[in-house]
Protein backbone atom coordinates (compact mmCIF):
# COMPACT_ATOMS: atom_id res chain seq x y z
CA UNK A 1 0.00 0.00 0.00
CA UNK A 2 1.25 3.52 -0.81
CA UNK A 3 2.29 5.55 2.33
CA UNK A 4 3.48 9.01 2.79
CA UNK A 5 6.74 9.80 5.04
CA UNK A 6 6.97 13.12 6.70
CA UNK A 7 10.57 12.91 9.06
CA UNK A 8 10.07 16.17 10.96
CA UNK A 9 7.28 15.64 13.74
CA UNK A 10 8.17 19.16 14.89
CA UNK A 11 9.99 22.31 13.71
CA UNK A 12 10.97 25.17 15.99
CA UNK A 13 12.69 28.24 14.20
CA UNK A 14 12.94 31.90 14.65
CA UNK A 15 11.29 34.49 12.07
CA UNK A 16 13.58 35.17 9.06
CA UNK A 17 14.57 31.34 8.92
CA UNK A 18 14.57 29.05 5.63
CA UNK A 19 12.01 26.10 6.31
CA UNK A 20 12.59 22.74 4.06
CA UNK A 21 9.71 20.07 5.25
CA UNK A 22 10.99 16.24 4.03
CA UNK A 23 8.22 14.45 2.29
CA UNK A 24 8.49 11.24 0.07
CA UNK A 25 5.97 8.54 -0.74
CA UNK A 26 6.81 5.00 -1.73
CA UNK A 27 4.56 4.40 -4.78
CA UNK A 28 6.50 4.26 -8.15
CA UNK A 29 3.70 5.12 -11.08
CA UNK A 30 2.42 8.64 -11.47
CA UNK A 31 1.54 10.56 -8.60
CA UNK A 32 -0.46 13.86 -7.87
CA UNK A 33 0.94 15.51 -4.69
CA UNK A 34 -0.18 18.31 -2.74
CA UNK A 35 0.49 20.42 0.25
CA UNK A 36 -1.76 21.52 2.90
CA UNK A 37 -1.43 23.59 5.55
CA UNK A 38 -3.75 23.43 9.39
CA UNK A 39 -3.30 26.27 10.96
CA UNK A 40 -4.34 26.96 14.60
CA UNK A 41 -8.07 26.71 14.77
CA UNK A 42 -8.34 26.51 11.54
CA UNK A 43 -9.36 23.75 8.65
CA UNK A 44 -6.99 22.48 6.02
CA UNK A 45 -6.07 24.67 3.20
CA UNK A 46 -3.70 23.94 -0.25
CA UNK A 47 -0.74 25.63 0.03
CA UNK A 48 0.13 24.13 -3.37
CA UNK A 49 0.05 20.96 -5.81
CA UNK A 50 1.63 19.05 -8.48
CA UNK A 51 0.82 16.97 -10.94
CA UNK A 52 3.48 17.52 -14.35
CA UNK A 53 5.81 19.89 -15.83
CA UNK A 54 7.99 22.16 -13.65
CA UNK A 55 8.94 19.95 -11.22
CA UNK A 56 9.36 22.95 -9.02
CA UNK A 57 5.84 24.24 -7.48
CA UNK A 58 5.29 27.80 -6.17
CA UNK A 59 1.96 27.96 -3.96
CA UNK A 60 0.71 30.63 -1.54
CA UNK A 61 2.12 33.08 0.94
CA UNK A 62 5.90 32.57 -0.96
CA UNK A 63 6.11 28.98 -0.37
CA UNK A 64 7.20 26.42 -2.95
CA UNK A 65 8.01 22.63 -3.81
CA UNK A 66 9.99 20.47 -5.71
CA UNK A 67 9.37 17.26 -6.68
CA UNK A 68 12.25 14.93 -7.53
CA UNK A 69 11.01 11.41 -9.21
CA UNK A 70 14.45 9.87 -8.60
CA UNK A 71 14.37 10.41 -4.76
CA UNK A 72 10.32 10.02 -4.33
CA UNK A 73 10.30 13.04 -2.48
CA UNK A 74 8.06 16.52 -2.96
CA UNK A 75 9.85 18.62 -0.36
CA UNK A 76 8.15 21.91 0.70
CA UNK A 77 10.21 25.08 1.30
CA UNK A 78 10.03 28.50 1.98
CA UNK A 79 13.03 31.16 2.31
CA UNK A 80 12.27 33.20 5.30
CA UNK A 81 9.25 32.04 7.74
CA UNK A 82 7.21 34.17 9.26
CA UNK A 83 5.62 33.97 12.98
CA UNK A 84 2.31 33.50 11.10
CA UNK A 85 3.52 30.12 9.14
CA UNK A 86 2.97 28.39 12.60
CA UNK A 87 0.91 25.64 11.54
CA UNK A 88 1.12 22.16 11.08
CA UNK A 89 1.53 21.12 7.38
CA UNK A 90 0.61 18.12 5.78
CA UNK A 91 1.79 16.35 2.62
CA UNK A 92 -0.41 14.21 0.72
CA UNK A 93 -0.31 11.97 -2.62
CA UNK A 94 -2.87 10.19 -4.98
CA UNK A 95 -2.10 8.01 -7.71
CA UNK A 96 -3.44 7.43 -10.90
CA UNK A 97 -5.23 3.67 -10.14
CA UNK A 98 -6.67 4.73 -6.72
CA UNK A 99 -7.17 8.49 -8.24
CA UNK A 100 -9.95 9.59 -5.14
CA UNK A 101 -8.02 8.66 -2.30
CA UNK A 102 -5.82 11.55 -0.74
CA UNK A 103 -2.97 9.61 1.21
CA UNK A 104 -1.56 11.90 4.32
CA UNK A 105 1.27 12.27 6.04
CA UNK A 106 1.64 11.77 9.39
CA UNK A 107 2.12 15.95 9.71
CA UNK A 108 5.05 18.52 10.95
CA UNK A 109 3.69 20.91 13.28
CA UNK A 110 6.15 24.45 12.62
CA UNK A 111 6.55 26.96 15.34
CA UNK A 112 7.68 30.48 14.47
CA UNK A 113 9.31 32.10 17.29
CA UNK A 114 8.91 36.03 16.86
CA UNK B 1 -20.54 30.68 -0.89
CA UNK B 2 -19.91 28.82 2.73
CA UNK B 3 -17.94 26.08 1.26
CA UNK B 4 -17.74 22.81 3.81
CA UNK B 5 -20.14 23.28 7.15
CA UNK B 6 -19.61 20.87 9.83
CA UNK B 7 -21.81 19.94 12.66
CA UNK B 8 -21.16 19.93 15.49
CA UNK B 9 -18.04 21.52 16.28
CA UNK B 10 -17.53 19.45 19.73
CA UNK B 11 -19.27 16.15 20.96
CA UNK B 12 -18.69 14.00 24.18
CA UNK B 13 -20.35 10.57 23.76
CA UNK B 14 -20.62 7.82 26.15
CA UNK B 15 -19.29 4.54 25.09
CA UNK B 16 -22.54 2.92 23.04
CA UNK B 17 -24.28 5.56 22.19
CA UNK B 18 -24.86 6.20 18.19
CA UNK B 19 -24.83 9.96 17.32
CA UNK B 20 -24.75 11.89 13.63
CA UNK B 21 -21.84 14.13 12.16
CA UNK B 22 -23.50 16.52 9.70
CA UNK B 23 -21.36 17.75 6.72
CA UNK B 24 -22.85 19.82 4.20
CA UNK B 25 -21.34 21.60 0.87
CA UNK B 26 -22.67 24.02 -1.35
CA UNK B 27 -20.04 24.21 -4.17
CA UNK B 28 -21.76 21.65 -6.47
CA UNK B 29 -18.67 19.42 -5.90
CA UNK B 30 -19.72 15.42 -7.22
CA UNK B 31 -17.14 13.81 -4.56
CA UNK B 32 -17.09 13.96 -0.87
CA UNK B 33 -15.09 12.45 1.80
CA UNK B 34 -15.00 11.78 5.51
CA UNK B 35 -11.29 11.50 7.57
CA UNK B 36 -10.43 11.51 10.47
CA UNK B 37 -7.15 12.78 12.08
CA UNK B 38 -5.75 11.32 14.95
CA UNK B 39 -2.68 12.86 17.21
CA UNK B 40 0.74 12.63 15.18
CA UNK B 41 -1.02 10.07 12.40
CA UNK B 42 -2.18 12.16 9.51
CA UNK B 43 -5.78 11.98 8.09
CA UNK B 44 -7.38 8.51 7.58
CA UNK B 45 -9.64 8.30 4.90
CA UNK B 46 -13.00 6.60 6.96
CA UNK B 47 -15.77 7.15 3.49
CA UNK B 48 -16.34 8.63 0.39
CA UNK B 49 -18.83 9.40 -2.13
CA UNK B 50 -18.80 9.83 -5.77
CA UNK B 51 -21.97 11.31 -6.44
CA UNK B 52 -25.71 10.77 -4.60
CA UNK B 53 -26.60 7.42 -3.86
CA UNK B 54 -23.04 6.37 -4.46
CA UNK B 55 -20.58 5.57 -1.66
CA UNK B 56 -17.46 2.95 -0.85
CA UNK B 57 -15.82 2.41 2.41
CA UNK B 58 -12.04 3.99 2.93
CA UNK B 59 -8.85 2.78 4.80
CA UNK B 60 -10.58 2.72 8.46
CA UNK B 61 -14.83 1.86 7.73
CA UNK B 62 -15.30 -0.23 10.87
CA UNK B 63 -17.78 1.49 13.49
CA UNK B 64 -19.31 4.26 10.86
CA UNK B 65 -21.58 3.78 8.23
CA UNK B 66 -22.42 6.76 5.25
CA UNK B 67 -25.16 7.67 3.14
CA UNK B 68 -25.41 10.20 0.13
CA UNK B 69 -29.07 11.20 -0.64
CA UNK B 70 -28.84 14.65 -2.26
CA UNK B 71 -25.28 16.05 -3.70
CA UNK B 72 -24.96 18.41 -0.71
CA UNK B 73 -25.29 16.47 2.46
CA UNK B 74 -22.64 13.66 3.33
CA UNK B 75 -23.61 12.66 7.00
CA UNK B 76 -21.62 10.05 8.80
CA UNK B 77 -22.81 7.87 11.69
CA UNK B 78 -21.51 6.37 14.25
CA UNK B 79 -23.44 3.48 16.23
CA UNK B 80 -22.28 1.79 19.68
CA UNK B 81 -19.39 4.52 19.85
CA UNK B 82 -15.98 3.01 21.38
CA UNK B 83 -13.14 5.25 22.83
CA UNK B 84 -11.29 4.14 20.17
CA UNK B 85 -13.22 6.36 17.76
CA UNK B 86 -11.81 9.42 20.02
CA UNK B 87 -10.50 11.78 16.72
CA UNK B 88 -11.21 15.42 15.08
CA UNK B 89 -13.38 14.41 12.00
CA UNK B 90 -13.15 16.19 9.00
CA UNK B 91 -15.60 16.33 5.80
CA UNK B 92 -14.44 17.43 2.79
CA UNK B 93 -15.78 17.43 -1.30
CA UNK B 94 -13.95 18.02 -4.45
CA UNK B 95 -15.14 18.37 -7.88
CA UNK B 96 -14.15 15.10 -9.13
CA UNK B 97 -10.99 13.26 -7.83
CA UNK B 98 -7.28 13.17 -8.82
CA UNK B 99 -5.79 16.20 -9.76
CA UNK B 100 -8.71 18.48 -8.32
CA UNK B 101 -7.85 20.04 -4.61
CA UNK B 102 -10.15 18.25 -1.69
CA UNK B 103 -11.86 21.80 0.18
CA UNK B 104 -12.07 20.67 3.77
CA UNK B 105 -14.95 21.54 6.73
CA UNK B 106 -13.32 22.91 10.05
CA UNK B 107 -13.56 19.57 11.55
CA UNK B 108 -15.30 18.05 14.41
CA UNK B 109 -13.94 16.93 17.78
CA UNK B 110 -15.25 14.00 19.17
CA UNK B 111 -14.69 12.25 22.90
CA UNK B 112 -16.03 8.83 23.71
CA UNK B 113 -16.00 7.93 27.86
Known amino acids: AQSVSQHNHHVILSEAASLELGCNYS??????LFWYVQYPGQHLQLLLK??????LVKGIKGFEAEFIKSKFSFNLRKPSVQWSDTAEYFCAVNDMDSSYKLIFGSGTRLLVRP | NAGVTQTPKFRILKIGQSMTLQCAQDMNHNYMYWYRQDPGMGLKLIYY???????DKGEVPNGYNVSRSTTEDFPLRLELAAPSQTSVYFC????????????FGPGTRLTVL
Open chain 1, 50 to 55: YFSGDP
Open chain 2, 49 to 55: SVGAGIT
Open chain 1, 27 to 32: YGGTVN
Open chain 2, 92 to 103: ASSRTSGRNEQF
